[in-house]
C-alpha cells in the first residue's frame, strides 16, 4: 500500500489506495481516451495546411457545418426556453402523472439513437402521427433541415431539465418572500431574483444540449435524408468519407469538431466556475 | 381522513395569503403546465408510442418472428456480449477513479475530471474513427496486426473497444460527486481500528455507493447496448457476426422491413424504460 509514500503533487492522507487507484485511472484513460484521440491529430499531421483547408472547407463540407452548427444552435435554444418550463413546472406544481413526466424526460438519453431515430421519422413523414397533420399545412419535416432539427430537440432534451431542476429546488423561499414583502410582483420577483439564480445552471445546460447536438448522428440521418448541400450532417460527411477510404480527410473534418468539443468544454467548465462563484456569493 | 382534514385546515388557511405572493396565480399555473406537458407529449411520448405501433402493427406473430429470426438473435447476443465487456470494465475504473479523485487531495484533479468526461463532448462518430485511425488497414497497428491475422476494426474487438470509450464517463461521474460528500471519516475510522485497505473499501466504502454504483451501472449499461454512431463505425456491418441490435435496426430499416426494424427497436425502447424505472427507484430509495 501507498501509506508510506508521499507523491510531491498530492497531499498526505491516512487512506491508502492512491497509487493503484491513480495508477489504473491514468493507464486506462491514456490508453481508452488519449491515445486514440492523439491519433486523430497525428493522422491530420500528414495532411499540408493547403490539404487541410482545402478539405475542411469544400463547399459540401462547409455546408454540413452550417446545418449541423446551424440546427444545433437553434435546438439548443429551443430546448433552453422549453426546459426552464419542464424544469419549472416538475419542481414548483402539482399535476397528475408528475412522477412519470419527471422520470420520462430522460427517455432521450436512455433511448438508444438509432431507434429514436427511425421512431421520429415514423412520426413525421406524410402520413404519420404527426406529419399528416403538417402535410396540408405544406411543412414537410422528414428529408429535410427541419427533420435534423426535430431529432436535435429530442435528443437535447434532458440536458437542460436536469441542470436546472435541481438549482430551482434549491431556491430558498426567503428570498422569494423577501421580493414579495418589498413589493415586487411575481414577474418581477422572477425576472430579478429567480432568474439571475438559475442563469448559469440555464447556460450549461444550453451547452450541454448543443455540444451534444454538434456531435449526433444515430437520431439524425434516418429523418434527415442526408442530401448533400441540404441536410447532411459533419458526422455523416465524415462517415461518407470514411466509406470512400478518405482517411486524411474524414481525420480533418473530425479534428475541426474535437476542437469545437474542446471549446465547449471550455465554456461548460468557465460556466460551472461562474456558477460556483454565484453560490458562494450568495452565503 | 376527515379527522386529519380537521386538523389540516387552519394550517391551509392560513398559509393561503403566504402563498399567493410566492406563487403564480392559477391560470398562469395551468396555462404553464398545459404548455409543458403538451410539449412534453409531443416531443418524448409520440416516438416512445410509435416504437411500439409500428412493432405490432402487422401482428403478434410477424413480431415474434422478427425478433427470433437468426440474424436478430445474432445481434441480441452480440449486444449482451458488448454489455458484458465494457460495463464491468468502466465500473472498475469507475471505482478506481473515484476512489483517487474523491479520497485524495492532488494537483491537476480538475483537469483529470475534464479528461474522464471527454468522451461525452466526442461526437459518436469520431469515437469510431480514432479506433479506426489505430487499428484499421491504414493505422498505427494495422500492418502488424495484418501481419498476426488479428482483425480489431471489422470484428468484435473494435465494437468492444468503441463502446467502452463512450461508456467510459458513466460510471466515475456518479460515483465521483457521491464520494467527495460522503468525505473519508469513517474510512479513517475503519483504518484506525485495524482494518486493512482492502477490508475498509469493501466494508466501508463499498457498502456507502452501492446505490450510486447501481445509477452509474444502469445508465452505462443502456449506453453500452444502445450505441450506435461509434459501433456503426467500426463494425463492418457484417450480418450474424458484427451486428448489434442498434445496426440490425439500421439494416432492416434500410431494407424497408419497417415492422421487423421497429421490433428490434422496440426491444432496445423496452430496455430504456426498464432503465428508467431503475434509475427513478435508486432516485427514489436515496432521497427516503
Same mark, same amino acid.
Given at each position: 500500500?501507498?501509506?508510506?509514500?508521499?507523491?510531491?503533487?498530492?497531499?498526505?492522507?491516512?487512506?491508502?489506495?492512491?497509487?493503484?487507484?491513480?495508477?489504473?485511472?491514468?493507464?486506462?484513460?491514456?490508453?481508452?481516451?488519449?491515445?486514440?484521440?492523439?491519433?486523430?491529430?497525428?493522422?491530420?499531421?500528414?495532411?499540408?495546411?493547403?490539404?487541410?483547408?482545402?478539405?475542411?472547407?469544400?463547399?459540401?463540407?462547409?455546408?454540413?457545418?452550417?446545418?449541423?452548427?446551424?440546427?444545433? &444552435?437553434?435546438?439548443? %435554444?429551443?430546448? +433552453?426556453?422549453? $426546459?426552464? *418550463?419542464? =424544469?419549472?413546472?416538475?419542481?414548483?406544481?402539482? /399535476?397528475?402523472?408528475?412522477?412519470?413526466?419527471?422520470?420520462?424526460?430522460?427517455?432521450?438519453?436512455?433511448?438508444?439513437?438509432?431507434?429514436?431515430?427511425?421512431?421520429?421519422?415514423?412520426?413525421?413523414?406524410?402520413?404519420?402521427?404527426?406529419?399528416?397533420?403538417?402535410?396540408? &399545412?405544406?411543412?414537410? %419535416?422528414?428529408? +429535410?433541415?427541419? $427533420?435534423? *432539427?426535430? =431529432?436535435?430537440?429530442?435528443?437535447?432534451?434532458? /440536458?437542460?431539465?436536469?441542470?436546472?431542476?435541481?438549482?430551482?429546488?434549491?431556491?430558498?423561499?426567503?428570498?422569494?418572500?423577501?421580493?414579495?414583502?418589498?413589493?415586487?410582483?411575481?414577474?418581477?420577483?422572477?425576472?430579478?431574483?429567480?432568474?439571475?439564480?438559475?442563469?448559469?445552471?440555464?447556460?450549461?445546460?444550453?451547452?450541454?444540449?448543443?455540444?451534444?447536438?454538434?456531435?449526433?448522428?444515430?437520431?439524425?440521418?434516418?429523418?434527415?435524408?442526408?442530401?448533400?448541400?441540404?441536410?447532411?450532417?459533419?458526422?455523416?460527411?465524415?462517415?461518407?468519407?470514411?466509406?470512400?477510404?478518405?482517411?486524411?480527410?474524414?481525420?480533418?473534418?473530425?479534428?475541426?469538431?474535437?476542437?469545437?468539443?474542446?471549446?465547449?468544454?471550455?465554456?461548460?467548465?468557465?460556466?460551472?466556475?461562474?456558477?460556483?462563484?454565484?453560490?458562494?456569493?450568495?452565503? | 381522513?376527515?379527522?386529519?382534514?380537521?386538523?389540516?385546515?387552519?394550517?391551509?388557511?392560513?398559509?393561503?395569503?403566504?402563498?399567493?405572493?410566492?406563487?403564480?396565480?392559477?391560470?398562469?399555473?395551468?396555462?404553464?403546465?398545459?404548455?409543458?406537458?403538451?410539449?412534453?407529449?409531443?416531443?418524448?411520448?409520440?416516438?416512445?408510442?410509435?416504437?411500439?405501433?409500428?412493432?405490432?402493427?402487422?401482428?403478434?406473430?410477424?413480431?415474434?418472428?422478427?425478433?427470433?429470426?437468426?440474424?436478430?438473435?445474432?445481434?441480441?447476443?452480440?449486444?449482451?456480449?458488448?454489455?458484458?465487456?465494457?460495463?464491468?470494465?468502466?465500473?472498475?475504473?469507475?471505482?478506481?477513479?473515484?476512489?483517487?479523485?474523491?479520497?485524495?487531495?492532488?494537483?491537476?484533479?480538475?483537469?483529470?475530471?475534464?479528461?474522464?468526461?471527454?468522451?461525452?463532448?466526442?461526437?459518436?462518430?469520431?469515437?469510431?474513427?480514432?479506433?479506426?485511425?489505430?487499428?484499421?488497414?491504414?493505422?498505427?497497428?494495422?500492418?502488424?496486426?495484418?501481419?498476426?491475422?488479428?482483425?480489431?476494426?471489422?470484428?468484435?474487438?473494435?465494437?468492444?473497444?468503441?463502446?467502452?470509450?463512450?461508456?467510459?464517463?458513466?460510471?466515475?461521474?456518479?460515483?465521483?460527486?457521491?464520494?467527495?460528500?460522503?468525505?473519508?471519516?469513517?474510512?479513517?475510522?475503519?483504518?484506525?481500528?485495524?482494518?486493512?485497505?482492502?477490508?475498509?473499501?469493501?466494508?466501508?466504502?463499498?457498502?456507502?455507493?452501492?446505490?450510486?454504483?447501481?445509477?452509474?451501472?444502469?445508465?452505462?449499461?443502456?449506453?453500452?447496448?444502445?450505441?450506435?454512431?461509434?459501433?456503426?463505425?467500426?463494425?463492418?456491418?457484417?450480418?450474424?457476426?458484427?451486428?448489434?441490435?442498434?445496426?440490425?435496426?439500421?439494416?432492416?430499416?434500410?431494407?424497408?422491413?419497417?415492422?421487423?426494424?421497429?421490433?428490434?427497436?422496440?426491444?432496445?425502447?423496452?430496455?430504456?424504460?426498464?432503465?428508467?424505472?431503475?434509475?427513478?427507484?435508486?432516485?427514489?430509495?436515496?432521497?427516503?
Amino acid at each position: 500500500m501507498s501509506r508510506g509514500k508521499t507523491y510531491r503533487f498530492k497531499q498526505h492522507s491516512v487512506l491508502p489506495g492512491f497509487g493503484l487507484a491513480m495508477g489504473f485511472t491514468l493507464v486506462y484513460l491514456g490508453l481508452i481516451v488519449l491515445l486514440p484521440l492523439s491519433a486523430a491529430f497525428v493522422k491530420t499531421a500528414t495532411l499540408s495546411w493547403a490539404q487541410f483547408w482545402d478539405t475542411v472547407t469544400a463547399p459540401r463540407v462547409l455546408a454540413s457545418f452550417r446545418l449541423s452548427f446551424g440546427a444545433s &444552435l437553434l435546438a439548443a %435554444v429551443i430546448n +433552453t426556453v422549453f $426546459g426552464l *418550463l419542464l =424544469a419549472w413546472v416538475l419542481v414548483r406544481y402539482r /399535476f397528475p402523472g408528475k412522477r412519470i413526466v419527471d422520470a420520462l424526460v430522460d427517455l432521450p438519453f436512455a433511448l438508444p439513437t438509432a431507434v429514436a431515430g427511425i421512431a421520429l421519422t415514423a412520426i413525421y413523414s406524410g402520413n404519420g402521427l404527426i406529419g399528416q397533420w403538417l402535410q396540408p &399545412l405544406g411543412i414537410k %419535416v422528414v428529408f +429535410t433541415p427541419l $427533420g435534423v *432539427l426535430v =431529432a436535435l430537440i429530442f435528443i437535447g432534451l434532458p /440536458f437542460v431539465v436536469r441542470t436546472v431542476q435541481p438549482v430551482i429546488e434549491d431556491i430558498e423561499a426567503e428570498i422569494e418572500e423577501a421580493a414579495a414583502t418589498l413589493g415586487a410582483s411575481r414577474w418581477q420577483t422572477f425576472a430579478r431574483v429567480i432568474f439571475p439564480t438559475i442563469l448559469p445552471a440555464l447556460l450549461t445546460g444550453f451547452t450541454l444540449a448543443f455540444a451534444r447536438a454538434v456531435g449526433e448522428y444515430g437520431s439524425v440521418i434516418f429523418i434527415a435524408g442526408n442530401m448533400p448541400m441540404v441536410s447532411e450532417i459533419v458526422p455523416l460527411i465524415i462517415i461518407t468519407k470514411l466509406e470512400q477510404y478518405d482517411y486524411a480527410g474524414a481525420t480533418a473534418v473530425a479534428v475541426v469538431m474535437l476542437l469545437v468539443s474542446f471549446l465547449f468544454i471550455l465554456v461548460i467548465n468557465l460556466l460551472q466556475w461562474w456558477s460556483r462563484k454565484r453560490y458562494t456569493n450568495l452565503d | 381522513m376527515s379527522a386529519e382534514l380537521a386538523i389540516n385546515a387552519p394550517q391551509v388557511i392560513a398559509r393561503k395569503p403566504a402563498r399567493k405572493a410566492t406563487s403564480e396565480s392559477g391560470l398562469v399555473r395551468f396555462v404553464l403546465i398545459g404548455l409543458a406537458l403538451s410539449y412534453f407529449a409531443l416531443l418524448v411520448l409520440t416516438p416512445l408510442f410509435a416504437v411500439f405501433y409500428e412493432a405490432l402493427k402487422k401482428g403478434a406473430e410477424a413480431y415474434f418472428t422478427a425478433i427470433t429470426e437468426p440474424d436478430a438473435l445474432s445481434s441480441i447476443r452480440l449486444t449482451l456480449m458488448v454489455a458484458a465487456v465494457a460495463v464491468p470494465l468502466n465500473l472498475v475504473f469507475g471505482v478506481a477513479a473515484a476512489w483517487a479523485i474523491a479520497k485524495f487531495e492532488f494537483r491537476g484533479k480538475s483537469l483529470l475530471i475534464t479528461l474522464i468526461d471527454l468522451p461525452f463532448s466526442v461526437s459518436p462518430v469520431i469515437s469510431g474513427l480514432i479506433y479506426v485511425l489505430v487499428f484499421g488497414l491504414q493505422g498505427w497497428l494495422g500492418p502488424w496486426l495484418q501481419a498476426h491475422d488479428i482483425k480489431v476494426i471489422f470484428a468484435l474487438p473494435g465494437i468492444f473497444l468503441a463502446t467502452v470509450f463512450v461508456t467510459v464517463p458513466f460510471v466515475a461521474r456518479e460515483l465521483i460527486p457521491l464520494m467527495q460528500a460522503q468525505g473519508s471519516e469513517e474510512e479513517e475510522a475503519a483504518l484506525v481500528l485495524g482494518a486493512s485497505g482492502w477490508q475498509t473499501f469493501f466494508r466501508v466504502t463499498l457498502p456507502n455507493i452501492k446505490w450510486g454504483i447501481v445509477y452509474g451501472v444502469i445508465l452505462c449499461n443502456a449506453r453500452a447496448m444502445g450505441e450506435f454512431g461509434a459501433v456503426a463505425v467500426v463494425s463492418g456491418h457484417i450480418r450474424g457476426l458484427t451486428n448489434t441490435m442498434p445496426l440490425h435496426v439500421e439494416i432492416l430499416y434500410n431494407e424497408y422491413q419497417f415492422s421487423a426494424a421497429f421490433a428490434v427497436a422496440s426491444l432496445l425502447a423496452l430496455l430504456a424504460l426498464v432503465t428508467l424505472v431503475i434509475k427513478t427507484l435508486v432516485e427514489w430509495r436515496v432521497k427516503h
